[in-house]
């Protein structure tokens, strides 16, 4: 099937669902829908090629491919597949190049083929040369490499499950991060290397899980990392010129001669990391974490910080060694880190202090089907298409309806519950609406460029509006947060909040663009000893936004003014949390009291 700019089938543009049985294609409004039923449907390779207008959903398919890649993503944007299986394929499970604007969620990628050449002849997902790619919710096994990213840049790999890369000679990695790309996230993934093939269909063949080179400012947290065996490789290493890298939070178990390893490149964070390798390999190195410059003819390696780590490796001999140092890479900083048998202390038994993640980790809007899928968050996909939660229509002129939250319910045929990450909750106390985030993960409403806040939603018009929130409740503890999100599609809102740094009150807003997150106004409150309540107006203008805040309902302090062209859609209250160690993100619950547009006041 080959979606080229000129040509689908004989009909421009592209959205395939499916939902029965035999494909039915047809021109419906300007899109091509092609339908099938709730188990899916089998189809041979796709190709998307040169679309950049309507956007292009695959979902609930079955790909396969005898020749080639199963699917292949050339110079198009806004191009979604989801609840999908691919694999098994001739060549990669789906290769993407100069795309942008590209979402992979809630499928089970599984290429299956051995190349006999390199490279990225039977990966999972590649990017090359792309832009503003998301990686969410995916099972992806067996490949070359599981994920590999070129010359891309704002690429989130986030929530997922990966298992068993098979060529350690060519790629060997479940992310590898390479040839100038920069701003990457790979962030609350789950990875296994095993041999073990009476639960696996093939063995790993892995050098490093995660490989970060050629790039720079690439970010590597909240990963769960097991398995590996290579005398070389480790669990997540900095090399061949890989700048700016941050390695924080990441728990890695039996990773094999290597837990982290910084080979390479100018400043390097290493923070806060648990190691426990407790199966050595013969010919390696065997150090939790090193920081050498092995190559001296390679790029320069310097700025190191190494903080606040817990890291213990096994030698073939029986000794330990937490952190080596082989020189070539200083300045290295270390402090806060906590080595060897005391290490080991802390972290044994695995089982109990570092109990893995659910499969996939953080899916999208369902748990995929695979045969690995443990999760409970979320239903699972099963076949059915995993679109968002439905938004209700805007009224019909297009402006905010105002709520005073006065009901036992919600009204749902006016707005839309979210709960992204699966364990918020949402109630009605009768007097007001109640917004909650649990503590020990994160709800952040942008960081990777993924909206993770629990919220609701109603459908509005592109119109000029002002818009009043009341909240009961005054954020305390450090980076709790409540406030309004107006959106215009999940990569483009924007974010009006007031939050807490621990020791102040602190209201700004922000605009999300492509994902990529930019702070326009802001400020710390002075509020009133005692302020139990605040009230937040936001003013659209044409491009126009104006942001104020009270404690009293009655006078406002103007935040500031900013310009942000934005195609409203939609528009609620929302609350949460974040930490870079989300294990100890605070809990919080905003209440809020009404909704309401400033220019139809609310009745009692």
């Known amino acids: 099937m080959n979606f080229s700019d000129d040509h689908i089938h004989g009909v421009a543009r592209a959205v395939i669902f499916a939902k029965v049985r035999r494909w039915v294609i047809g021109l419906i409004g300007g899109l091509v829908a092609a339908s099938c039923s709730a188990a899916q449907t089998a189809s041979g390779p796709i190709i998307v090629n040169g679309q950049r207008g309507t956007p292009v959903v695959i979902d609930n398919l079955k790909i396969t491919s005898t020749s080639g890649d199963c699917v292949t993503i050339i110079n198009s944007s806004n191009v979604t597949i989801r609840n999908s299986e691919i694999g ?14 590209v979402t992979i969620v809630d499928s089970y990628v599984h290429p299956e083929s051995t ?5 990225d002849k039977a990966s999972g997902i590649v990017a090359t040369r792309s832009s503003n790619v998301l990686l969410q919710g995916n099972v992806v096994a067996y490949g070359e490499a599981n994920v590999v990213i070129l010359g891309s840049n704002a690429v989130n ?59 720079n400012q690439t970010t590597v947290q909240n990963n769960y990392l097991v398995g590996g065996n290579s005398g070389s490789g480790c669990g997540i290493i900095a090399d061949y010129g890989a700048n700016n890298t941050q390695f924080q939070n990441n728990v890695m178990v039996d990773t094999g001669q290597c837990g982290i390893g910084i080979a390479d490149g ?68 270390l402090s806060g880190n906590i080595f060897d048998s005391a290490a080991r202390a802390l972290l044994l038994p ?11 980790p953080r899916p999208s809007a369902c748990v995929v089907t695979s045969p690995f899928s443990t999760q409970t ?21 297009g402006a905010p309806a105002g709520d005073n939250f006065n009901s036992g319910s919600l009204n749902t045929g006016l707005w839309a519950a979210v709960n992204p990450v699966g364990n918020g909750s949402l109630s009605m106390s009768g007097s007001q609406l109640r917004l909650s985030v649990p503590g020990g993960s994160n709800h952040d409403p942008t960081f990777g460029g993924v909206n993770n ?45 007031i939050g807490s740094t621990g020791s102040a009150l602190v209201i700004n807003a922000s605009k999300i663009v492509s994902r990529a997150e930019t702070a326009v106004i802001g400020g710390v409150v002075s509020a ?28 406002y302090t103007t935040v500031g003014t900013f310009t942000q062209a934005l195609t409203v859609s939609s528009l609620g209250p929302f609350v949460g949390n974040h930490n870079s160690n989300s294990a100890v993100a605070p809990a919080f619950t905003a209440l809020v009291d009404y909704f309401a547009n400033m220019a139809s006041p609310l009745t009692p």
């Open 528 to 555: 009133p000893n005692g302020a139990s309540s605040f009230w937040i107006r936001v003013q659209k203008s044409g491009n126009n936004w104006t942001y104020s805040w009270s404690t009293n309902g009655s006078t």
């Open 157 to 215: 790999v986030i929530g997922n499950f990966f298992l068993n890369p098979r060529n350690g000679k060519s790629r060997g990695h479940n992310v590898m991060v390479s040839d100038g790309s920069s701003g990457v996230l790979v962030d609350s993934n789950y990875t296994i290397a095993s041999q073990n093939l009476s639960l696996y269909k093939y063995a790993a063949n892995q050098e490093d899980s995660v490989s970060v080179q050629d790039s």
């Open 88 to 101: 098994p394929c001739r060549g990669n499970g789906v290769f993407i190049t100069a795309g942008s604007g």
């Open 350 to 360: 695995v089982a109990q202090k570092l109990p893995p993640p659910l499969i996939p």
């Open 266 to 333: 100018v400043g390097h964070t290493v923070d806060g990391n648990r190691i426990i390798n407790s199966t050595p390999v013969s010919n390696g190195g065997n150090t939790a974490i090193y920081v050498w410059r092995f190559d001296p003819s390679s790029a320069p390696c310097s700025s190191v910080s190494i903080t606040n780590n817990i890291a213990s490796q096994l030698k073939p001999n029986g000794t330990e060694s937490g952190y080596w140092n082989g020189g070539g890479c200083g300045p290295v900083t």
């Open 115 to 119: 190349p006999t050449t390199c490279c």
């Open 453 to 497: 806040s629990v919220r609701v939603v109603q459908a509005v018009g592109n119109v000029d509006f002002g818009v009043e929130l009341k909240f009961d409740s005054v954020p305390s503890q450090q980076y709790q947060f409540q406030g309004l999100l107006v959106e215009q599609d999940a990569s483009n809102y924007l974010r009006f909040q």
């Open 377 to 397: 968050s979320l239903p699972p996909c099963d076949g059915q298409v995993s679109s968002p939660p439905p938004t209700p229509p805007p009224s019909s002129s």
